[in-house]
């Protein structure tokens, strides 16, 4: 087996390989092609930004996981993954961008290859890089039945394992310097993009424990701060225009070590912040506490939900949709893991070891206010936070 | 309409959209639907990292194009986007991660609300974003047909505006000074991870001209920047091990101002760098000037591709595939255009103000070699590159 640098020890994988298969045989899946990149790397440590063509991996009835991709990436596979030369298959260029060929002809020759062309292909017909043409384009050549396997593997990484746990911990390490990084920066007059300068090189500086100095690596989101009336909307990046007095900006940042994020929003308000946004950190704050403590192995995403929205209503403040959602090993564009969401309606069971972002910030009409946590469930007890950062709205003059 | 501060002009906004209108027609395409984030962007002004759920542009036969997403994005596309409210439409959270309903249901009856129902419905069938399921579902339930669009968006892009020249100009005076800090800060002995904070302090601190200072923007790639037997592999971000002497790192990289991008990779060499390394380094200079020089409006991308393939030839390094792809407004996760392709079989002619990252570079057995450039076609001439840096293989001790 090739001497690679992995981030977990060959037995985890090797347990995680076995869960997929249960899950496979389960649903009644033979082949499991996957690509989200998250999926791929928590199956064989694939690390490459190379999810912009054509790419997965493999996990057949026997047999170690397999890497598929381009000829190019198939390189950085023998840099990154477990698995041996043979099981690490690379594309030619002509397959790529072409209007003429497309990438999962060979896919399909691959699986073809070794012996398992009328097998149950499932797919992530709901993911991110595999597009419709590409389903379209599998299904006319792959003989066997395909099957939609979309958030199989994604199931299986919902409980974290003691090593993905300490990673989330170097992550939550790093989030907290963010934070304080912002701020010790932020001030009225500061361009926007100045702050987020800081932002990035406190974040993929890193941190340090006791065995050392360690590195941030990227965020699968990248900073959100929007100001003011632009905190209205969930999802706007920065621009370069000086920071204002009397408006408050929220941060949706994350901490990320190898790959593991640790998301934590806090808002400051430059100057006094106004009564409204004073009662509604005061509702928030209170819904945390709740929804925490509703968070126990054994109990539902949606209790946490309701403990939250209970606070919210009680108060009288209206808002809709999902507070949370899990969060670990995550590749652009979304840090988020897609399985079950922290709504009144998600009757999933919480279990030890779970980990999620619970995320209920509030889009008001004139401004935004985001304080959030990542939460990890006990085996008894409320949730904990994985990072240690005053939970409030700020205030900077 | 809306009081926004948009990136270009009405006029500017207008030209695209008739511009798409009559590659529309040639194409059959009654209605069409982008959500490729890029071709979001360029058609309204939309801005905002909210592509990892369903959203898109929709032009129908007449009127402004209309945004359709997520309800929390609607608000940040009355921020960003120049359409008034009526053609700024949100759906609700019920329809995000959700097994029992799809934003497609959505999208289709809201087509339908426009009475286009029965009309011919362009989609970005191979684009990311757009999901098989996506697909599947839409075709479902809007009672036209559905035709492939891919690209057709992308094609309009191709040649770029003097205002988009404009931003591309800021976005190589910011590369620019990514490299400056690169070479100031590399050294044997530093981690990895703090010279990419510094790599992104510099790009997003940004740049100045005559108007002032102005910051950067965030790259559709991340920094690729592997070292010694890692730079034999294509796309490897970065580790937060010590940087040793005697290896070569190739980092590429590119300035981003509001979207626009200007991509520019160069190799340093820790220790004097070895003879074949050298050897390489002349080959794609030298095959840079005769690309450069075969980049003329008139001639064909496949001969850029043969230009320096001549060379390569000639001087007997073998190398396969794409050397290079149009460059301009993108969003994660790849800065090109995904049109034409720089290889030797490709006859899209090149036209002025075209611009495209000529991308040479060297993969071999035991290092990588990365020096590249964006280049603009001329009226006549040869192509000019838009960032001034010194193209060769640098050494530092």
Known sequence: MPDVPLPFSRTEYADRLAKTRTAMAANDVEVLFCCDPSNMAWLTGYDGWSFYVHQGVIVGPEGDPIFWGRRMDANGAMRTCYMAEADILGYSDDFVMSTERHAMQDLARVIAARGWADKRLGVEMENYYYSARAHAVLSEHHAGETTDATALVNWQRAVKSEAELHFMGRAARIVEKM???????????????ELVAE???????????????????????????????????????????????????????????????????????????????????????????????????????????????????????????????????????????????????????????????????????????????????????????????????????
């Not at 010790?184 to 926007?192: F, L, V």
């Open 179 to 193: 934070h304080d990084r912002i701020l010790e920066t932020i001030r009225p007059g500061i361009r926007k993009n």
């Open 199 to 397: 932002i990035f090189h406190a974040g993929i500086w890193g941190a340090e424990d006791e065995d050392g100095r360690y590195g941030g690596d990227y965020p699968a989101i990248l900073p959100l701060l929007p100001t003011g009336m632009d905190a209205t909307a969930a999802h706007l990046t920065w621009d370069d225009r000086v920071m204002e007095k009397d408006a408050a900006t929220f941060f949706e940042i994350a901490g990320v070590y190898r790959r593991y994020h640790v998301p934590l929003c806090r808002t400051i308000h430059l100057g006094p912040a106004p009564t409204d946004m004073r009662a509604a950190e005061e509702a928030v704050i209170e819904g945390i506490d709740d929804g925490m403590n509703a968070a126990r192995a054994g109990n539902t995403a949606g209790d946490v939900a309701r403990a939250f929205y209970d606070v919210l209503a009680k108060r009288g403040i209206s808002r809709e949709g999902r507070c949370g959602y899990p969060i670990g090993l995550s590749y652009p564009p979304d840090w988020g893991e897609r399985t079950y969401s922290i709504r009144p309606t998600d009757e999933t069971e919480l279990k030890p070891d779970m980990t999620f972002h619970f995320m209920p910030a509030l889009w008001m009409e004139n401004w935004g206010l985001e304080i959030t946590e990542t939460l990890r469930i006990m085996e008894t007890g409320p949730a904990q936070c994985l990072a240690d950062y005053p939970r409030k709205l700020f205030e900077k003059s």
